[in-house]
Protein backbone atom coordinates (compact mmCIF):
# COMPACT_ATOMS: atom_id res chain seq x y z
CA UNK A 1 0.00 0.00 0.00
CA UNK A 2 1.42 3.08 -0.93
CA UNK A 3 2.39 5.87 1.65
CA UNK A 4 0.44 8.93 2.27
CA UNK A 5 2.72 12.05 1.52
CA UNK A 6 1.81 14.40 4.05
CA UNK A 7 1.17 17.92 1.69
CA UNK A 8 4.03 20.52 2.40
CA UNK A 9 3.52 23.33 4.75
CA UNK A 10 3.12 26.36 2.82
CA UNK A 11 5.46 28.98 3.90
CA UNK A 12 4.74 32.39 5.74
CA UNK A 13 5.13 35.89 4.30
CA UNK A 14 7.89 36.67 6.86
CA UNK A 15 9.49 32.73 5.83
CA UNK A 16 9.97 34.08 2.32
CA UNK A 17 11.08 37.48 3.19
CA UNK A 18 13.74 35.83 4.46
CA UNK A 19 14.45 33.34 1.92
CA UNK A 20 14.35 36.38 -0.80
CA UNK A 21 17.01 37.91 1.06
CA UNK A 22 19.24 34.86 0.98
CA UNK A 23 19.16 35.12 -3.06
CA UNK A 24 22.32 35.46 -4.86
CA UNK A 25 23.99 39.05 -5.41
CA UNK A 26 23.07 39.70 -8.89
CA UNK A 27 22.18 43.03 -10.89
CA UNK A 28 18.60 41.63 -10.74
CA UNK A 29 18.23 40.76 -6.76
CA UNK A 30 19.97 44.02 -6.12
CA UNK A 31 17.23 45.91 -8.95
CA UNK A 32 14.04 47.45 -6.61
CA UNK A 33 11.81 45.63 -8.92
CA UNK A 34 12.72 42.83 -7.21
CA UNK A 35 11.63 43.26 -3.46
CA UNK A 36 8.66 41.61 -2.35
CA UNK A 37 5.84 44.13 -2.54
CA UNK A 38 5.31 43.77 1.32
CA UNK A 39 8.64 44.24 2.09
CA UNK A 40 9.63 46.92 0.35
CA UNK A 41 9.76 50.20 2.23
CA UNK A 42 10.20 52.20 -0.79
CA UNK A 43 7.33 51.06 -2.65
CA UNK A 44 4.89 50.72 0.60
CA UNK A 45 5.77 54.37 1.45
CA UNK A 46 4.93 56.08 -2.31
CA UNK A 47 2.44 58.21 -3.00
CA UNK A 48 0.68 55.64 -4.79
CA UNK A 49 -0.24 53.23 -2.01
CA UNK A 50 -1.01 56.42 0.25
CA UNK A 51 -4.57 54.28 0.29
CA UNK A 52 -3.00 51.03 1.60
CA UNK A 53 -1.14 53.06 3.94
CA UNK A 54 -4.52 54.45 5.23
CA UNK A 55 -5.78 50.98 5.52
CA UNK A 56 -3.45 49.92 7.53
CA UNK A 57 -3.37 52.40 9.46
CA UNK A 58 -6.87 51.49 10.81
CA UNK A 59 -6.69 48.24 10.58
CA UNK A 60 -3.63 47.62 12.90
CA UNK A 61 -5.07 49.08 16.15
CA UNK A 62 -8.17 47.85 15.80
CA UNK A 63 -7.41 44.02 15.25
CA UNK A 64 -5.54 44.69 18.56
CA UNK A 65 -8.38 46.30 20.10
CA UNK A 66 -10.65 43.68 19.14
CA UNK A 67 -8.02 40.95 20.42
CA UNK A 68 -8.24 42.76 23.58
CA UNK A 69 -11.81 43.10 23.89
CA UNK A 70 -12.57 46.68 24.27
CA UNK A 71 -15.68 47.64 23.36
CA UNK A 72 -15.94 51.35 24.41
CA UNK A 73 -13.73 54.01 25.39
CA UNK A 74 -13.75 57.41 27.78
CA UNK A 75 -11.76 60.14 25.53
CA UNK A 76 -9.64 63.25 26.93
CA UNK A 77 -8.66 65.51 24.39
CA UNK A 78 -6.65 68.61 25.61
CA UNK A 79 -3.31 70.49 26.13
CA UNK A 80 0.04 68.89 25.70
CA UNK A 81 1.63 71.94 26.93
CA UNK A 82 -0.03 72.01 30.49
CA UNK A 83 1.95 71.21 32.97
CA UNK A 84 1.56 68.56 36.74
CA UNK A 85 1.13 71.09 39.19
CA UNK A 86 4.58 71.94 40.54
CA UNK A 87 6.42 70.86 37.49
CA UNK A 88 7.67 73.83 35.37
CA UNK A 89 5.49 75.27 32.34
CA UNK A 90 7.96 74.16 29.65
CA UNK A 91 5.93 75.39 26.84
CA UNK A 92 5.50 78.79 28.12
CA UNK A 93 7.65 81.08 25.55
CA UNK A 94 6.95 84.71 27.77
CA UNK A 95 6.01 85.29 31.28
CA UNK A 96 2.46 86.02 30.92
CA UNK A 97 2.35 82.42 28.71
CA UNK A 98 4.28 81.05 32.16
CA UNK A 99 1.90 82.59 34.56
CA UNK A 100 -1.43 81.42 32.79
CA UNK A 101 0.21 77.79 32.12
CA UNK A 102 1.21 76.85 35.56
CA UNK A 103 -2.38 78.21 36.64
CA UNK A 104 -4.39 75.48 34.41
CA UNK A 105 -1.86 72.66 35.94
CA UNK A 106 -5.15 72.39 37.75
CA UNK A 107 -6.84 70.20 34.82
CA UNK A 108 -4.01 68.06 35.37
CA UNK A 109 -5.42 67.41 38.22
CA UNK A 110 -9.08 67.01 37.11
CA UNK A 111 -8.07 65.10 34.40
CA UNK A 112 -6.48 62.42 36.16
CA UNK A 113 -8.98 62.46 38.94
CA UNK A 114 -11.51 61.99 36.25
CA UNK A 115 -9.71 59.28 34.32
CA UNK A 116 -9.83 57.51 37.65
CA UNK A 117 -13.09 57.68 37.88
CA UNK A 118 -13.88 55.71 34.16
CA UNK A 119 -11.10 53.02 35.45
CA UNK A 120 -13.49 52.55 38.34
CA UNK A 121 -16.50 51.83 36.40
CA UNK A 122 -14.10 49.99 33.36
CA UNK A 123 -12.92 47.72 36.30
CA UNK A 124 -16.55 46.63 36.59
CA UNK A 125 -16.78 45.32 32.78
CA UNK A 126 -12.85 43.54 33.52
CA UNK A 127 -11.61 46.64 31.61
CA UNK A 128 -13.27 46.28 28.31
CA UNK A 129 -15.89 49.34 28.68
CA UNK A 130 -15.05 52.98 29.49
CA UNK A 131 -11.17 52.57 28.55
CA UNK A 132 -9.17 55.05 28.94
CA UNK A 133 -7.87 56.54 25.48
CA UNK A 134 -5.99 60.16 24.77
CA UNK A 135 -3.48 61.23 22.37
CA UNK A 136 -0.60 59.21 24.36
CA UNK A 137 1.35 62.33 25.01
CA UNK A 138 2.41 65.22 27.83
CA UNK A 139 0.47 66.99 29.35
CA UNK A 140 -3.59 66.26 29.70
CA UNK A 141 -2.87 63.17 27.97
CA UNK A 142 -0.45 62.18 30.57
CA UNK A 143 -2.87 62.82 33.34
CA UNK A 144 -5.89 60.75 31.77
CA UNK A 145 -3.30 57.68 31.13
CA UNK A 146 -2.09 58.27 34.92
CA UNK A 147 -5.07 58.38 36.56
CA UNK A 148 -6.01 55.05 34.96
CA UNK A 149 -2.75 53.29 35.67
CA UNK A 150 -3.38 55.06 39.88
CA UNK A 151 -6.25 52.33 39.66
CA UNK A 152 -4.52 49.58 37.66
CA UNK A 153 -6.59 49.74 34.84
CA UNK A 154 -5.33 49.56 31.35
CA UNK A 155 -5.29 52.91 29.20
CA UNK A 156 -5.15 53.47 25.28
CA UNK A 157 -2.36 56.10 23.73
CA UNK A 158 -2.88 57.02 20.13
CA UNK A 159 -0.04 58.98 19.24
CA UNK A 160 1.25 60.51 16.03
CA UNK A 161 4.63 61.21 14.52
CA UNK A 162 5.48 65.49 14.71
CA UNK A 163 8.25 67.24 15.16
CA UNK A 164 8.04 67.95 18.55
CA UNK A 165 6.48 67.13 21.45
CA UNK A 166 5.12 63.84 20.89
CA UNK A 167 6.24 60.50 22.37
CA UNK A 168 4.34 57.84 24.26
CA UNK A 169 4.12 58.85 28.06
CA UNK A 170 5.03 56.62 30.55
CA UNK A 171 1.18 55.53 31.80
CA UNK A 172 0.19 54.18 28.44
CA UNK A 173 -0.47 50.59 28.28
CA UNK A 174 2.74 49.56 26.15
CA UNK A 175 0.38 46.79 24.36
CA UNK A 176 -2.41 49.44 23.77
CA UNK A 177 0.56 52.41 22.81
CA UNK A 178 -0.61 53.21 18.90
CA UNK A 179 1.77 55.18 16.60
CA UNK A 180 -0.43 56.96 13.45
CA UNK A 181 0.80 59.18 10.12
CA UNK A 182 -2.48 59.95 9.36
CA UNK A 183 -4.56 62.59 11.62
CA UNK A 184 -7.92 60.97 9.61
CA UNK A 185 -7.04 57.37 10.73
CA UNK A 186 -6.09 58.31 14.22
CA UNK A 187 -9.67 60.37 14.28
CA UNK A 188 -11.41 57.47 13.49
CA UNK A 189 -10.27 55.68 16.71
CA UNK A 190 -10.49 58.17 19.48
CA UNK A 191 -14.35 58.22 18.26
CA UNK A 192 -15.34 54.71 16.71
CA UNK A 193 -15.95 53.78 20.01
CA UNK A 194 -16.08 56.45 22.12
CA UNK A 195 -19.01 56.93 24.89
CA UNK A 196 -17.47 59.71 26.47
CA UNK A 197 -15.45 62.59 25.16
CA UNK A 198 -13.88 65.09 27.91
CA UNK A 199 -12.29 68.05 26.65
CA UNK A 200 -9.74 70.20 28.62
CA UNK A 201 -8.08 73.59 27.75
CA UNK A 202 -5.95 73.04 25.08
CA UNK A 203 -5.12 74.48 21.42
CA UNK A 204 -5.50 73.97 17.73
CA UNK A 205 -5.47 70.20 18.05
CA UNK A 206 -7.64 70.31 21.32
CA UNK A 207 -10.64 72.98 19.38
CA UNK A 208 -10.21 70.74 16.14
CA UNK A 209 -11.33 67.32 18.20
CA UNK A 210 -13.95 69.31 19.92
CA UNK A 211 -15.60 70.72 16.80
CA UNK A 212 -15.14 67.45 15.32
CA UNK A 213 -16.79 65.50 17.40
CA UNK A 214 -19.81 67.92 17.54
CA UNK A 215 -20.20 68.13 13.75
CA UNK A 216 -20.47 64.30 14.07
CA UNK A 217 -23.16 64.13 16.69
CA UNK A 218 -25.14 66.85 15.00
CA UNK A 219 -24.97 65.41 11.64
CA UNK A 220 -25.89 61.66 13.21
CA UNK A 221 -22.82 59.99 11.90
CA UNK A 222 -22.21 59.65 15.91
CA UNK A 223 -24.50 58.33 18.64
CA UNK A 224 -25.15 61.33 20.86
CA UNK A 225 -22.76 61.13 24.06
CA UNK A 226 -21.70 62.89 27.25
CA UNK A 227 -19.26 65.80 25.38
CA UNK A 228 -17.90 67.56 28.65
CA UNK A 229 -15.79 70.69 28.22
CA UNK A 230 -13.49 71.25 31.36
CA UNK A 231 -12.77 74.92 32.77
CA UNK A 232 -15.80 77.51 32.30
CA UNK A 233 -13.28 80.13 32.81
CA UNK A 234 -11.23 78.96 29.93
CA UNK A 235 -13.96 78.17 27.58
CA UNK A 236 -16.11 81.55 27.88
CA UNK A 237 -13.10 83.30 26.89
CA UNK A 238 -12.45 80.76 24.21
CA UNK A 239 -15.28 80.30 21.80
CA UNK A 240 -18.83 81.45 22.35
CA UNK A 241 -21.49 79.17 20.44
CA UNK A 242 -24.26 81.06 21.74
CA UNK A 243 -23.39 83.69 19.17
CA UNK A 244 -23.34 81.27 16.28
CA UNK A 245 -26.80 80.23 17.88
CA UNK A 246 -27.54 84.29 17.87
CA UNK A 247 -26.51 84.22 14.55
CA UNK A 248 -28.74 80.95 12.66
CA UNK A 249 -25.53 79.71 11.84
CA UNK A 250 -25.99 76.77 14.36
CA UNK A 251 -29.52 75.27 15.53
CA UNK A 252 -30.68 77.18 18.54
CA UNK A 253 -29.97 73.76 20.72
CA UNK A 254 -26.69 72.81 19.16
CA UNK A 255 -24.96 74.36 22.22
CA UNK A 256 -26.99 71.97 24.25
CA UNK A 257 -24.36 68.98 22.93
CA UNK A 258 -22.07 69.56 25.52
CA UNK A 259 -22.09 70.34 28.94
CA UNK A 260 -19.35 72.47 30.40
CA UNK A 261 -18.04 71.45 33.76
CA UNK A 262 -14.63 72.31 36.32
CA UNK A 263 -14.54 69.52 38.33
CA UNK A 264 -13.80 65.73 38.01
CA UNK A 265 -16.49 63.90 39.56
CA UNK A 266 -19.25 67.14 38.43
CA UNK A 267 -18.23 65.54 34.88
CA UNK A 268 -18.61 62.26 35.77
CA UNK A 269 -21.64 62.49 37.75
CA UNK A 270 -23.22 63.67 34.13
CA UNK A 271 -22.20 60.62 32.75
CA UNK A 272 -23.06 58.20 35.26
CA UNK A 273 -26.94 59.69 35.07
CA UNK A 274 -26.68 59.53 31.36
CA UNK A 275 -26.13 56.00 31.49
CA UNK A 276 -27.54 54.92 34.61
CA UNK A 277 -24.40 53.35 35.84
CA UNK A 278 -23.87 52.77 39.81
CA UNK A 279 -22.24 55.38 42.52
CA UNK A 280 -18.50 54.33 43.06
CA UNK A 281 -16.16 54.82 45.91
CA UNK A 282 -14.00 57.90 46.06
CA UNK A 283 -10.95 57.43 43.76
CA UNK A 284 -7.74 57.31 45.10
CA UNK A 285 -5.90 60.07 43.90
CA UNK A 286 -1.73 60.40 44.63
CA UNK A 287 -0.96 63.63 44.27
CA UNK A 288 3.01 63.02 43.83
Do not use: C
Not at 153 to 180: C, K, R, W
Not at 201 to 214: R, Y
Not at 261 to 278: N, Q, S, T
Request: charged share 25%.
Amino acid sequence: MAKRRHPTPLRTSSEDVVVSRKAPDTPQTRSPAYRLAFADDEFLTSEDIRGVRFQLEYLKPELRLRESGITSTVVLFGGARIPEPGKPAWAAKNEVQKRNLEAASKYYDEARRFAQLAAQTSATSDFKEFVVVTGGGPGVMEAGNRGAADMGAPSIGLNIVLPHEQAPNLYVTPDLSFNFHYFATRKIHFLLRAKVVAVFPGGFGTMDEFFETLTLIQTGRMDKVPVLLFGKEFWSKVINLEALAEAGTIAPTDPDLFAVVDEAEEGWEIVRKFYDLPKMGEPIYKAD
